[in-house]
């Protein structure tokens, strides 16, 4: 349209630009999508969206291990590998100054086996937890198991 620009861009001289545009014998058209192609087009831009989420929390769970004093490499795959061991070393550091579920079995663990080995082993029990909270669609209170169906029976 930049040829047919006689002043500001508005909806009215758009209007009068389309015609002359169409009667040139030049003029080259775009055809018009199907409907596979705007429904790839739909899925590129939603996955787009969410690539474009996952970095933004992925950056953000990064600077508040940075302003706790942890300073974590870039990338995806190192924090999710890293994060379980990192949640686990956060309840460890807390056993001792207040009452943890995990405190007993931390410090049972610790008199036996050093203090890297006992944050693999809590890593690996946090992440069998999550699993099994989000694989059962369960409510996690640290004593008991609460399917979700008997929470909703209950506050009824």
Same mark, same amino acid.
Not at 33 to 47: G, I, S, W, Y
Not at 80 to 86: A, D, F, I, V
Not at 88 to 114: G, Y
């Given at each position: 349209?930049? *040829?047919?620009?006689?002043?500001?861009?508005?909806? &009215?001289?758009?209007?009068?630009?389309?015609?002359?545009?169409?009667?040139?014998?030049?003029?080259?058209?775009? *055809?018009?999508?199907?409907? @596979?192609?705007? @429904?790839?087009?739909?899925?590129?831009?939603?996955?787009?969206?969410?690539? @474009?989420?996952? $970095?933004?929390?992925?950056?953000?769970?990064?600077?508040?291990? #940075?302003?706790?004093?942890?300073?974590?490499? $870039?990338?995806?795959? &190192? #924090?999710?590998?890293? #994060?379980?061991?990192?949640?686990?070393?956060?309840?460890?550091?807390?056993?001792?100054?207040?009452?943890?579920?995990?405190? @007993?079995?931390?410090?049972?663990?610790?008199?036996?086996?050093?203090?890297?080995?006992?944050?693999?082993?809590?890593?690996?029990?946090?992440?069998?937890?999550?699993?099994?909270?989000?694989?059962?669609?369960?409510? &996690?209170?640290?004593?008991?198991?609460?399917?979700?169906?008997?929470?909703?029976?209950?506050?009824?």
């Amino acid at each position: 349209m930049k *040829p047919f620009v006689k002043s500001r861009k508005n909806d &009215y001289v758009d209007a009068e630009a389309i015609p002359e545009a169409v009667q040139r014998p030049t003029m080259r058209f775009v *055809p018009i999508k199907t409907e @596979d192609q705007l @429904d790839l087009q739909a899925l590129h831009r939603v996955r787009d969206r969410l690539v @474009d989420r996952r $970095t933004g929390v992925i950056n953000q769970l990064r600077a508040f291990l #940075l302003e706790r004093g942890m300073v974590i490499r $870039t990338g995806r795959m &190192y #924090l999710q590998k890293m #994060l379980p061991s990192l949640g686990a070393r956060a309840v460890m550091a807390r056993t001792n100054r207040e009452r943890h579920r995990f405190c @007993d079995w931390v410090s049972k663990l610790e008199t036996r086996a050093h203090r890297n080995v006992v944050g693999v082993a809590l890593a690996n029990k946090l992440a069998r937890i999550a699993w099994a909270v989000l694989n059962r669609e369960a409510v &996690y209170d640290g004593t008991i198991w609460q399917p979700c169906s008997s929470r909703l029976l209950k506050s009824r």
